[in-house]
């Protein structure tokens, strides 16, 4: 079994991991790129994509291919990000792997809460100051992901770059049952305080 990349995705991915490019016959005059990795060795490989800050979403068959009528559904099973990855080289118990959100209160204010998924560790505060200022606390926590508003993404994007901070914009709240979905791929340590 494999796990493949298709288009763009595995044109980047196979120059990052050095794996080789191949293509697909899709019936029309262009071919499809793709790329693969075994299932069994997949974690070395999204770990160095995670860890030059890439996200790496995880699809899986999601019904039995001999009851399928045409193409085999697949699904989204796993997101991992610089701030959501907990296990393998790139934690190495030492350090914490913070991923971060913030929220523009004000001209020269923001709310700032930080978590470590590995450890459960969490903090929140009132950072005033700016964004300089805050940009500041993002450096001193070593936070690899920061999850923002499209606005505040305008903001902060280029000096976040600049820090090594993976940005991601927030898509709306979940609802409970969004929720429970994604609850059930954090560590116990940490499922009672995000409910």
């Avoid at 079994?1 to 029309?28: C, P, V």
């Avoid at 030492?94 to 971060?100: L, P």
């Avoid at 209160?105 to 450890?119: C, H, K, M, P």
């Amino acid at each position: 079994d494999f796990y493949e990349m298709f288009f763009e995705d595995a044109e980047k991915a196979s120059q990052i991991l050095e794996i080789t490019l191949t293509s697909r016959d899709a019936g029309s005059p262009e071919r499809i790129p793709m790329c693969g990795v075994p299932y069994h060795s997949a974690k070395g490989y999204i770990e160095t994509l995670v860890s030059k800050g890439y996200k790496v979403a995880i699809c899986e068959q999601t019904e039995d291919p001999k009851q399928a009528k045409g193409v085999v559904k697949r699904e989204v099973v796993q997101l991992i990000t610089p701030g959501t990855i907990t296990e393998g080289k790139t934690i190495d118990g030492k350090s914490n792997h913070y991923i971060a959100s913030a929220e523009q209160l004000s001209e020269d204010s923001f709310a700032f809460v930080y978590l470590d998924i590995s450890t459960g560790e969490a903090n929140s505060s009132i950072i005033e100051g700016g964004a300089k200022t805050l940009l500041q606390q993002l450096q001193a926590y070593n936070i690899q992901e920061l999850v923002v508003t499209e606005q505040l993404h305008l903001l902060l994007a280029e000096q976040a770059t600049q820090l090594g901070i993976v940005l991601s914009i927030e898509q709306g709240e979940m609802n409970n049952q969004q929720v429970e979905h994604y609850l059930i791929h954090l560590p116990e340590a940490i499922k009672g305080a995000a409910k």
